[in-house]
């Protein structure tokens, strides 16, 4: 296995993962949008369910105050038209949610007539909307008072009418305090899980409720720097989505804020309303799908890169025994060529002398043969037997007798210069010359030459019958190659072998084919004499 291959495996499987990765990071960021904005969707559902229920109230509460001070100047007409005027506010308190008290002022602010008689004649010219009212010259504007923790611990808000005279002169209000309390049930409904919670604010910023019920929420004042109160007020906006940290409760929240303000009332300062959830507990089931998946993706990551170098130390592991197989294979194949080469060697040669052995002889000889058949040209075929072996290897013993036949070949061997010259041991003590190119007159010659070079190496062999020392008989035959078959030359070779042996020994005969001649010895050389 290369590197190169490794390397790219290693790269295909970081990008799948690094592409199943992005794709699982986009279904999150997916699923946290639509979670998002799923909530941000109940959220401004529910405000806007709260923002129609007060804006009717809101409305009722504009039209009995608009009722009242339309009939209020005949009620003024007498006291006993007035006590009539607190029997029918406390009608309108009874048909009516939310509104507590409902009085009516007179220029200088006593109460001249109230749902509760326990506030007739009381005189409230001191209280915000008494001197708002004072001031303002507008009848059509619903004022709306700051909140207020009232005598009876609750807290209050007021709404109220000018009253004018036929000149246009101020002459009282009509007022409807109302119990945010009331309005507990409407948050209650809309508050749809159980970490929501859901608050209405008077403009100002001072905090009337909050369902569920905290204790220190009334009345605190929201309008503070980066508060969610403040933030949507500056935005000018009439709906804001935030999410954040809340000032009144150190919560991390998503909220929809929602100013109500109903645009036929003239309702001179909104009521903000917030709904909101927690956002731990929004995100919870998305931070499960997160965890889910990072852990899913991680055991991933692990197990596939775990399982890539497990396989690549088991495919390296293959390689490496493969390469070393390979390798002993070709270290088994090189000492099977030498033991091959050796064997052809041992198959080709004599063991004894080292020159070529009898079935060498036979292969060359029919080359040689083909050869100079082709090329025309003669063939000399010298057999030579050493003489009175046998006598030598009774007399000396057979190990001195191999060192004969060792000697008489190395000297064959020597004698013989040319490369294509060839020696064999033929058999025993009988080896055979092959001289290609060699005619007749020169074939005599090297005849003669082997025999007396042998003789010159006087091994003593004092059982010998035509010498003291080893001598030869050497058998020869010149041809050039026709049709006739091979053997014919050996057989001549032979004859002449046979020739000299009987002719005496220590002697060379030889024949030419081309003139059938007897086999004739040939003549000692002259001691000057010598060959090419
Ligand atoms: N030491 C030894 N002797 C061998 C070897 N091969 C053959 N001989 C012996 O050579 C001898 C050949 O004897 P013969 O065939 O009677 O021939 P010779 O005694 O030389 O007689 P002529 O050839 O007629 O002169 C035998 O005694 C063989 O045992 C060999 O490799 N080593």
Redesign the pocket.
Known sequence: MTQHRARFEWITLLASLALLGVYIVWTIIERHASTNEQEQQRLTAQAEIVNSYLTEQLSSIYRVLELVRRNLPEWRESEEALEHANIEFQHHIETLTGIRTLLALDQSGDVIASSRVSLLHQNFSQREYFQVALKDPSTETLHMAKPFLAVTDHWVMTFSLRVVDKNGNFDGMVIASIDPERFRNTLNAVNYAPDMWSALAHGSGTQLLMEPFREGQQGMNLAQPGSFFSRHIESGQEKNLLSGRVYATGEERIMALRTIQPADLHLDAPIILAVGRDLDRVFADWWDFTLSRGLIFMLLCVSSSFLMFRLQSAQRARYTSEVAASALIKEKNAQLEQLNAELTLLALNDG?TGIANRRSFDEVFIKEWKRCQREASPLTLMLV??????????HY??????E??REVAAQLRKSLTRASDFVARY???EFACLVPKCDFETATQLAEKLRQSVENLAIPHSHSQVSTSVTI?VGYAVCVPDQSPPTALIAKADECLYYA?AGG?NQAMGCDCATNTEPAAAAPLDTEQTLK
Do not use: M, Q, T
């Not at 037997?385 to 009774?394: A, E, G, L, S, T």
């Not at 013993?397 to 191999?402: F, I, R, S, Y």
């Open positions: 004894l037997d050493i003489d009175y072996f046998k006598p030598f290897n009774d013993g057979h190990l001195e007798g191999d004969c036949i058999g025993g003590e008989s042996k020994r």
